[in-house]
């Protein structure tokens, strides 16, 4: 039995319908949003003073209210209007100007892992007038650090010291720091920002190797390969000319022997291109600290690669490091936290993030415990049989050891003491 729309009409409509309506809530929220944002502009900065308590206080004198006129009793009148007395009196202590110059320095700012790191913060009254006492708040990472702030005659200057902690690797930004005006009940805040945030880079551990990395980066340059270049040094063999061909490359001896141009031709060679790869994901290692070994041991090797000069690139789920200098490396590790499952295998991480890199002559991999040989292996039929691959299987707490699995060196790692003893063991 075939069912048919009894009023196929009606369509139409509803959708001129619609379509009216979509174009007039469009008119209308073109003619309020900037109402909205310019009333949010004048009282955004008055609803941002009140805290979560002061919030929690408003609401209840509201409801106080609204039970006082409902029900007509006296003791919620009494009870509303205090509250509202109570935030109106704390509003006094948000009142006063504020000229302060406030100067973060941190040193120094790059440490290691448990090194120390002291803070200095200058306070300047750089006003015409004196400055009442003042709480001066500075966040410090995810901690905030507080100074009580005496009262200040105009150009005087105030100085507080604060340490940071260098416990874990991290960026820890030093920052910015905010004058606090308030009341001692915690229900009105108005915090003014002063000065700029500042950097401190906390790096991992690391070892020193030997120059080289003691045989795990060939110097290739000047090697020959098998590809056939037009411009080199190695010498192949003579062809024809063809126009366009570089006149300085015309062998004119046997161009006059034979009457013909002829050109010459150059085996490519090689310098050393190595590529490390570190896998980030966190289900791939067994603890926090196995991860941070990894980080040391990465950054280990590609400080004393870029020491000797070699090319090279370091890509981790996030992406591709700074590696220009040992400090730019260092500081790009410490931004490196453990990541979900970003791509679907370690084979398609590797691919897609060195897919745009120079081809390698060395690459490095490196990972956790839960990293089995089948995915270094996965990783390993990316690249060519002419590339050198090393994987590093880093192993919190076992014996170090240097094995080969079908063709593949695979260097266990449990502490970082035991890496340059490892990187010497292959040459």
């Known amino acids: 039995m075939t069912v048919t729309d009894s009023k196929p009409g009606l369509a139409v409509p509803l959708q001129r319908l619609g379509a009216r309506g979509t174009r007039l809530l469009t008119a209308v929220g073109a003619i309020v949003a900037p109402v909205v944002r310019a009333v949010w502009r004048v009282a955004g900065p008055v609803f941002r003073t009140i805290t979560a308590a002061g919030w929690l206080v408003l609401g209840l004198s509201l409801v106080a209210l609204v039970l006082s006129a409902v029900f007509g009793w006296q003791e919620f009148t009494y009870l509303g209007f205090i509250l509202l007395a109570s935030l109106a009196l704390c509003a006094v202590f948000l009142f006063g100007r504020a000229s302060y110059g406030v100067l973060v320095e941190l040193n120094p700012r790059r440490v290691v892992v448990g090194d120390r790191a002291m803070g200095r913060m200058v306070v300047t009254n750089i006003g ?76 991992p551990k690391t070892v020193r190797l030997a120059p080289s990395a003691a045989g795990l ?78 980080i040391s041991v990465t950054a280990s090797i590609a400080a004393q690669v870029i020491r000797d ?78 590339t050198a691959q090393v994987a590093f299987h880093v192993v919190a707490g076992a014996q170090p050891k240097i094995a080969s699995v079908a063709g593949l060196t695979v260097i266990t790692v449990g502490d970082l003491s035991d890496l340059s003893r490892l990187v010497r063991g292959l040459s």
């Not at 905010?178 to 880079?201: H, I, T």
């Open 309 to 386: 000069g070699v090319q090279m690139n370091v890509v981790s789920e996030s992406g591709v490091w700074r590696t220009q200098t040992v400090t730019s490396m260092l500081d790009a590790s410490c931004r490196i936290d453990p990541v979900g499952r970003v791509y679907p295998s370690i084979r398609d991480f590797a691919r897609e993030r060195t897919r745009r890199l120079p081809a390698p002559s060395v690459v490095m991999m490196i990972g956790g415990s839960n990293m089995t040989t089948g995915e270094y292996r996965s990783v390993e039929s990316l690249f060519g049989q002419d």
């Open 217 to 294: 980066v060939r110097d290739l340059e000047g090697q020959v390969s098998k590809k056939i270049t037009n411009n080199d040094i190695a010498f192949h063999a003579l062809r024809p000319y063809v126009p366009g061909d570089d006149r300085r490359y015309v062998h004119w001896r046997t161009s006059a022997r034979i009457g013909q141009l002829m050109v010459r031709q150059f085996e490519e060679t090689r310098r050393s291109q190595v590529t490390m790869i570190l896998a980030s994901r966190g289900d791939l290692y067994a603890s926090d600290e196995e991860f941070e070994l990894a």
């Open 128 to 203: 015409t007038r004196g400055l009442t006492p003042t709480r001066m708040e500075l966040p410090v990472g995810r901690a905030i650090a507080e100074f009580q702030l005496p009262a200040m005659k105009p150009k005087e200057e105030h100085e507080e010291l604060f340490a940071v902690p260098t416990n874990r690797r991290a960026v820890i930004i030093a920052g910015p720091a905010e004058s606090v005006r308030g009341d001692q009940l915690g229900m009105l805040r108005r915090a003014l920002k002063w000065a700029d945030a500042v950097d401190l880079f906390v790096h």
